[in-house]
């Protein structure tokens, strides 16, 4: 799937994004992302990319946070998302799945799903029990007794209850065993598949994301530095080896290693 | 016997004032140190609106001015949040009660401006209900005080545990970020937060003059709220029940018994005693200690 | 070779300098020579609010030791005054001491209790220690007042105290008093300069953006908090020591909750962390309510008790201004306009290590 062929027909249109922390920081500059309809997009890269600081900026910062989107454009659906408040952004179907802090620890599972349930929703309710079953196990449970995968299901759970039409996931396998990374990712597709949710997926697990996502794009150092379907990801020598776990040809000796010393070119 | 309902009925206003206090950190983990000044601010409005109405505390007059009173209060409790604590989220808990201290002493000075000083009592349900053979007697307001205390608190309990509201109340103290990225007003949240403190802080004050006098040295009573809400543990409504009437209980027999000065300072003992122990208050929950 | 510029230092003489530029070493020497001076034009009631509000800067450099850098948030402070004050009054009247040993053992009581209000430091943070040096307050009142309505003639009378005096010379007058309170508040600055150069400094800073990390690194933050305190509450008792010679009467109901909100308020208005900072917030807050007094006997209606409560409201609408809209205090609009023409055409200055700014 094509997700070039028109800028404007795109669901999430980013261009030229710029976020400042503290006023002197950079942590995100020029970078540009575009999610089409129902499609799955994927953001891989190293700590402290700016990956999650691009989806921040997409679902809005509290006033409070010394943090601010100095330049660019953040269009969902044609109309601008940039200064609006997190609940009026998230009021409009952008839903920020966040990396850290992802559930109400102190409610029962029950109510953090019933959070800002409304009476429209409620359906949607009864199917996240349905695409998490260890969930519906749990109902009267106090989340913060619940292991880390049960948890990202929740606060994936949270989201959908939310009625979203696009879909920010913040490195959801951090802390997950891959076992679980593997069942939440395919989850996720899953839903993508049935309810036409579009999903912008951060990852540290480049692999993972690639097996689901239609789209990628790799940033570095707050830019974005690649793009691509994820065949001509999975294909290209720099991806391979800083991202995947090295060329599929032979194994290589650590002093045969020299990934410390070779420079990203990004051909191809 | 009569000691006892005293005691029931001075716990119960402590008691109120506590759940204000508790309602506004369960709701954003400020600690408010107005909260003595805005009960009293909130009974001298009372005893004035009283006089708009006609000056009789009975029958219609009284529901206008109760309604006025209650209309203000949370007017006011809304006003607080907008003009100053919404610009202190994301600041340390310790900055916004710095400035909820500012806000007390601003009311304090207010007191001594508009009614210049002078010490008032509310006249309403003075009427004895029970007398005893000793002299002493149980009056309406006493019977009201204990009555208004368990309906606010039931109330307070089904709103929490069971209404969205509630919910989103919890969640964003806890996490407000969270709570807006999931499609909750955190400002409309906390101002309702600070109109319900501030109402129930009229309605304890409201009670207390009606007991006793109104004067610009009244608001000290706030303390023994904070002290209250602290032994009970500040996140716990069932901590502010209990948080008031173990101060309340213990002051009304240190002043009888002991001394009247020491009476003054037990509040403060009891709460440096539950400290040693249980810093995050008998019913309050350990985290909380580590969150501010 | 001294170098003129401020992004070239030569030496760690020169980086270590408390005043690095010339100007600020003009600024300084003008207002030490016009505090010199100033008893020469100044009458006497000038005088006697300076000396108000030297005693002050004593105080506040303490709480500012305290709770700027090691970020140990005190509602006590007006119980170490307390403290201080009794214990000067209770040696010089009833035990006829001279000033020179009331005054150190009242400073040594100070460190006493301060040690005690400091160990719920060790176990709380933020509010909670604030509301537990609130009670710790109250209790050291109750027994200051039950004190002073046993032994005094009446009940609210409080306790006089002698004028100090050495070999004949006695010190009253407001000209002498300001010389002896500014060369005990400038001592007194000194110190704090120092102290907050010094490895302690380094440390309570450390402790107030991070204690975990703190004790992680080595820091023994369980010393350090406790020195905090006492350090504090022993220039607290100095100021109430010299405070109780100077008004020559103690009473308790002076040293109220409110006077611990005025003392928190100097630092929050001068700017925590900063010694300089102690000393715009104390002459702010002490001259304030006589600034106000002077603006409404200004204006042309009489006002009674409103002046009264008019300067009461100050103090309040003063906390939440700064703390809104200036946090870092007088000292950061200063440091603001001082960096523009220091610094021009560049904006910034670099990251500060803690002393002398």
């Known amino acids: ?91 409009r179907g952008v839903v920020l799945v966040p990396e850290r802090e992802k559930v109400f620890q102190t409610l029962t599972v029950q109510e ?70 593997e069942e939440i990712m395919s ?82 | ?80 949040y907008a003009a100053l604590m919404r610009r202190l989220l994301g600041r340390p808990a310790i900055v916004a009660a710095m400035v909820t201290i500012g806000v007390a002493l601003i ?44 309906a606010f608190f039931a109330a307070l309990a089904l709103f929490f545990q069971y209404t969205r509201l509630g919910r989103q109340f919890r969640g964003t103290a806890e996490n407000p970020l969270l709570a807006a990225q999931r499609k909750v007003n955190i400002n409309r949240i906390l101002a309702v937060a600070w109109g319900m403190a501030v109402f129930s802080a009229t309605l304890a004050g409201v009670l207390f003059g009606s007991r006793s006098i109104l004067s610009p040295q009244s608001p000290i009573i706030g303390l023994s709220g904070l002290t209250a809400a602290m032994v009970g543990g500040l996140d716990s409504l069932r901590g502010a029940v209990f948080g008031g009437l173990l101060v309340a209980a213990a002051t009304y027999i240190t002043a009888r018994l002991i001394s009247p000065a020491l009476s003054e ?24 200690l580590n969150r501010v | 070779m001294l170098s003129n510029s401020p992004y070239l230092r030569t030496s760690y003489a020169e980086t270590n300098r408390v005043f690095p530029e010339p100007y600020q070493r003009v600024l300084v020497g003008i207002i030490v020579i016009s505090l010199i001076c100033l008893p020469f034009v100044g009458g006497n009631y000038l005088l006697h609010l300076m000396n108000l509000a030297l005693l002050a800067v004593i105080g506040a450099v303490g709480i500012n030791l305290l709770t700027g850098f090691c970020g140990q948030v005190s509602l006590g402070h007006a119980s170490f005054l307390a403290i201080g004050a009794f214990t000067t009054a209770i040696l010089a009247q009833r035990f006829q001491m001279p000033f020179f040993v009331a005054i ?114 080595g820091i023994n933050v369980t010393q350090y908090k406790l020195l905090a305190f006492m350090i504090s509450a022993v220039l607290a008792a100095l100021a109430g020591s010299l405070a109780a010679y100077f008004t020559s009467v103690v009473t308790v109901e002076e040293y109220t909750l409110e006077l611990a909100i005025i003392y928190l308020a100097m630092i929050i208005v001068g700017g925590m962390g900063s010694i300089a900072g102690s000393i715009l917030g104390a002459f702010f807050m002490t001259l304030l309510p006589f600034g106000i007094e002077r603006i409404f006997e200004m204006l042309p209606w009489r006002l009674g ?14 906390i939440i201004g700064f703390l809104l809209f200036e946090p870092d205090g007088l000292i950061e609009m200063y440091r603001r306009v001082a960096t523009y023409f220091e610094r021009w055409p560049f904006r910034y200055r670099e990251l500060q290590s803690i002393g002398g700014r």
């Open chain 1, 187 to 268: 989850i996720l597709r899953t839903i993508n598949g049935d309810l036409g949710i579009a999903m912008l997926v951060v990852e540290q697990n480049a692999a993972a994301a690639l097996r689901i996502a239609s789209f990628a794009y790799v940033l570095e150092g707050g830019r974005v530095v690649f793009k691509g379907e994820p065949e001509r990801l999975l294909n290209h020598q720099d991806i391979r080896e800083f991202y995947l776990g090295g060329s599929k040809e032979k194994a290589r000796s650590y002093r045969e290693l020299r990934q410390y010393a070779r420079k990203r070119r990004w051909w191809g």
């Open chain 3, 104 to 217: 150190p053992a009242s400073c040594c009581t100070g460190a006493l209790v301060g040690f005690v209000v400091g160990l719920p430091a060790l176990r709380f943070r933020g509010i909670y220690l604030a509301i537990t040096t609130l009670a710790m307050h109250y209790a050291i009142i109750y027994v200051l007042t039950a004190y002073q309505s046993n032994v005094g003639p009446s009940a609210t009378a409080g306790i006089t105290v002698p004028a100090p005096a050495i070999a004949g010379f006695t010190l009253e007058g407001e000209r002498a008093w300001f010389y002896v309170l500014l060369v005990a508040a400038t001592t007194v600055v000194v110190f704090g300069i120092n102290l907050s150069r010094t490895y302690i400094g380094r440390a309570w800073v450390a402790i107030r953006d991070r204690d975990i990390a703190a004790e992680a690194s």
């Open chain 2, 107 to 150: 009311l304090k000075a207010a007191i001594v401006v508009i009614w210049e000083s002078r010490s008032v009592g509310i006249a309403l349900g003075r009427q004895p209900v029970i007398t005893f053979e000793s002299g002493g007697r149980v009056t309406w307001i006493d019977v009201a005080t204990v009555v208004v205390c368990i």
């Open chain 2, 265 to 288: 300072a037990v509040p403060f003992l009891i709460l440096l005693a539950v400290m040693c122990w249980r810093p995050w208050g008998l019913f309050g929950t350990v985290e909380e």
């Open chain 2, 1 to 80: 016997m009569e000691l006892l309902v005293s005691i029931l009925a001075l716990g119960s206003t402590y008691a109120l004032l506590a759940a204000g206090i508790v309602i506004i950190y369960k709701a954003s983990r400020v600690v408010n140190f107005a909260h003595g000044e805005l009960a009293i601010v909130g009974a001298y409005v009372f005893h004035s609106a009283a006089f708009l109405t006609g000056a009789s505390l009975t029958g219609q007059s009284l529901l206008i001015t109760i309604a006025i009173s209650a209309a203000a209060s949370a007017l006011f409790g809304v006003i607080i």
């Open chain 1, 112 to 181: 953090n799903l019933d959070f800002s349930l409304t009476y429209k929703a409620r359906p949607r309710r009864d199917e996240v029990y349905a695409y998490f079953p260890p969930l519906a196990e749990r109902r009267t449970q106090v989340t913060g007794y619940l292991s880390g995968g049960e948890k990202q299901m929740l606060a994936i759970g949270m989201a959908l209850v939310c009625e979203p039409k696009l879909l920010l996931v913040d490195e959801l396998s951090l802390g997950l065993a891959p076992r679980v990374t």
């Open chain 1, 1 to 91: 799937m094509n997700a070039h062929v028109t800028s404007e027909a795109q669901l999430l249109n980013v261009r030229q994004l710029e976020v400042v922390y503290h006023d002197v920081a950079t942590a995100v500059q020029g970078v540009s992302i575009e999610v089409a309809q129902s499609s799955i997009v994927a953001m891989i890269g190293p700590n402290g990319a700016g990956k999650s600081t691009t989806l921040r900026a997409i679902s809005g910062f509290l006033p409070a946070e010394d943090v601010k989107v100095t330049d660019g454009t953040i269009l969902f659906e044609g109309s601008s998302l940039r200064g609006l408040l997190p609940h009026q952004i998230s009021r």
């Open chain 3, 305 to 318: 008790t409103t002046a009264f409560g008019i300067q009461q409201a100050a103090i309040g609408i003063v």
